[in-house]
């Protein structure tokens, strides 16, 4: 939370603000008319942009503080947010970061649900988009889900609020918070709306920043999404790309590429890109599809369409994009798998989960069987160990009563002949 700390009446205030903008505002104080006050000062705080450096944020405080006390707040406020949003030509360097420091403090002033809010984040975003000052932007979108709640926006204004967020997001190079934001305004759309212009745009630009991306592999979020699905009628080659992207294999996307060699170069999607991430995705789609835990070099090296001393690299690069896990046999020639991921999880992957559920229940019944017959074994074992060692126990017991009584019968015997 940020605070402004001023001291004085609203008339001396407002006076001092006037003088130092050269403002006439007398009679309207003497009138006791703020609201027309301000709408002179707010009015000649654009020249504050030109202002010295080191004055900017006290007298801009100051002109918050003092607008802050009208009943009328928000009228003023988004004059004040479109100033702040042009250059600062005072102060080249450090102009944005000022800039942004009083928006913050406005942002902070106001009550959370008051609907100014929201402008002056959208007063924030553009500072950053243009300043590239995104880091000082992430911790407090965390925040955002509370906000478009606080805020109450509709449908429309959340998707416009996205759509900028991932503009500020891509244009600071931050492409994967970019995408997020894409999505969610993608999910903004009602059923009516699915093959709108501005839906079918959003959808292009998603599919695209996933197709191209190096570190998305993963394309549920988007076949799962009914504005990407409706991009089927118009935009056919598309969905057929996701469609290859999304569940076949390298030679699939080979005939896609022969035969769409101009289109792809027409939207500006670089097959080299594409081709690459492919046959990373082939890989993962031969690792998960083997019954056994060894896949054979030769095998990756047809699915992958290159020579076998080739596969090594592969591998390597496909456990870096975190698709698999696993370890090379340079010895045997195979890569021991440890791990794999489903690009796609539907009928054919339930099957083969069912397969190797009942072929791991056959192990462990086998397992089981075998554990006990080898207790019944040991029990048996046991059992005859113990018989045995009752057995001489008992016959033992019997040689020592036998001795006694001879003994005592020679005692007698000698006690006689005495």
Partial sequence: MQYCFVEGSFADLARELAEYLHVEVGDNLDANLKDEVLKKLVTASAGLNSYPEKEFTAAYNLLVYLVMQSPSVNMFLPRICENLSKPITSAPVNGAGLALNVLTTIFNLLQPDNEVRSNVFTAILRLV????????????????????????????????????????????????????????????????????????????????????????????DLTSLPTIQALSDDHSEYSELLEIFSEKELEDYNDFRDENEDWLETEGLDNSVLHRKMRLLTLASVAASTNSKELEYKRIAKALQIPVEDVEMWVIDVIRAGLIEGKLSQQKQVFLIHRTTYRVFGEKQWREVATRLDTWRSSLRAVKEVISRERQQAEAQKERELHEAERKIAGASGMGAGRRTIGGRENMVEMGTD
Wanted: proline share 1%; charged share 35%.
């Fill in 129 to 220: 988009k243009n300043s590239g000052n995104f880091e000082t932007l992430r911790p407090q979108l965390k925040k955002l889900d509370t906000w478009i709640e606080e805020w109450d926006l509709d449908e429309e204004d959340q998707r416009k609020l996205f759509g900028q967020l991932a503009d500020v997001a891509e244009e600071n190079g931050e492409q994967g918070e970019s995408y997020q934001y894409v999505l969610k305004a993608l999910r903004t759309f009602e059923s009516a709306e699915y093959s709108s212009k501005e839906a079918q745009d959003l959808s292009l630009r998603a599919l695209k920043a996933a197709l191209v991306s190096t570190t998305h592999f993963d394309f549920h």
